[in-house]
Every structure is written in structure tokens, then in C-alpha cells.
């Protein structure tokens, strides 16, 4: 998994984050959770654990982050050898979903 260690302060979607790592834990030990099923990750970032979860079966995986920084670097991560994934980076604003509600 590659991230951005330059990235400007403000985008810290392009960071591995200990919460990831966590997620990772949980769901290496409770793959049935996510086998044969399509997966929404928000606020995916690079897209660990977007990978991960293709990697234990999942069907399909929407990883989506506002930064368009980090989507790109995730797209890249899925574009590596080897990935052999089904992983899709989407981008996604929460605050438009929020405002789209409002109105």
C-alpha cells in the first residue's frame, strides 16, 4: 500500500491511519462478514482497507473519500500488480449528500 507523505496537512485522507490497521484485525477475524457481499467504505484513503476486504472475498468494494488526492493515490494501490481486486474508488462529499437532504 502506498500513501502520501507529503501531502498537505488538510488532506489526511492520504495517511495510514491506526483505526484501518484495526479494521483490518477485526475483519481478518471475522471474514464472513464480508465474503460474497458488495462493501461500502467511507472515507476509504488510500484504500487498505478497501483492499483487504476484496482480498477475503468481497464482491465488490466502494471505496470512497472526499479527497480526490486520496482517491488517487487509492486508485493506484488497486492499479498495482498483483491487486487482482474488486475494488472501486468513488469519490464521495458527504457535506452535498447533507445539503442535497436539507433542500
Same mark, same amino acid.
Given at each position: 500500500?502506498?500513501?502520501? %507523505?507529503?501531502? %498537505?496537512?488538510?488532506?489526511?485522507? #492520504?495517511?495510514? &491511519?491506526?483505526? *484501518?490497521?484495526?479494521?483490518?484485525?477485526?475483519?481478518?477475524?471475522?471474514?464472513?462478514? #464480508?465474503? *460474497?457481499?458488495?462493501?461500502?467504505?467511507?472515507? !476509504?484513503?488510500? *484504500?487498505?482497507? +478497501?483492499?483487504?476486504?476484496? /482480498?477475503?472475498?468481497?464482491? /465488490?468494494?466502494?471505496?470512497?473519500?472526499?479527497?480526490?488526492?486520496?482517491?488517487? #493515490?487509492?486508485?493506484?494501490?488497486?492499479?498495482? %500488480?498483483?491487486? *487482482?481486486? +474488486?475494488?472501486?474508488?468513488?469519490?464521495?462529499? &458527504? +457535506? !452535498?449528500?447533507?445539503?442535497?437532504?436539507?433542500?
Amino acid at each position: 500500500i502506498r500513501a502520501a %507523505p507529503q501531502a %498537505p496537512l488538510c488532506d489526511t485522507g #492520504v495517511t495510514l &491511519w491506526e483505526a *484501518g490497521l484495526g479494521l483490518v484485525s477485526f475483519f481478518l477475524h471475522h471474514p464472513h462478514l #464480508v465474503r *460474497g457481499k458488495r462493501v461500502l467504505e467511507l472515507g !476509504a484513503g488510500v *484504500g487498505l482497507v +478497501s483492499l483487504f476486504l476484496s /482480498r477475503l472475498g468481497a464482491e /465488490r468494494v466502494y471505496a470512497t473519500d472526499v479527497s480526490e488526492t486520496a482517491l488517487g #493515490v487509492c486508485a493506484s494501490n488497486v492499479e498495482r %500488480p498483483g491487486a *487482482g481486486c +474488486s475494488v472501486l474508488p468513488r469519490l464521495l462529499d &458527504w +457535506s !452535498a449528500l447533507r445539503r442535497l437532504m436539507e433542500t
